[in-house]
């Protein structure tokens, strides 16, 4: 029985890798300047905190706008510096 179950994770586990890669092979990330790209990420901030949403991440942010992770990591560092406390 518990091999069994193990055995089905694994199937789930392995499927869900597989969609993972399409999607990743799906998505591109978009080309924008960094004043563009601050621009999109203080808006989304804005918007998810109207929303009620009191942490966001930089995986949030990615999803939303399809901005490099590079890109995304240094606009939320410089925004947090400047004292935003809702990024995680």
């Known amino acids: 029985m518990r091999m069994q179950v193990q055995q089905q994770i694994l ?3 392995n499927k869900l890798e597989k969609e993972m890669g399409k999607i990743r ?9 960094d004043s563009r790209a ?7 901030l804005l ?7 009191q942490l966001v991440s930089a995986l949030d942010v990615y999803a939303e706008l399809h901005l490099p992770f590079d890109q995304i990591n240094a606009i939320l ?10 990024v995680d």
């Open 38 to 44: 601050e621009k999109e990420i203080s808006q989304f």
């Open 25 to 33: 092979d799906a998505v591109v990330d978009r080309k924008v300047s």
């Open 77 to 86: 560092e410089k925004l947090k510096s400047k004292g935003l406390k809702e």
């Open 11 to 13: 199937k789930r586990l």
């Open 47 to 53: 918007r998810r905190k109207r929303g009620g949403k």
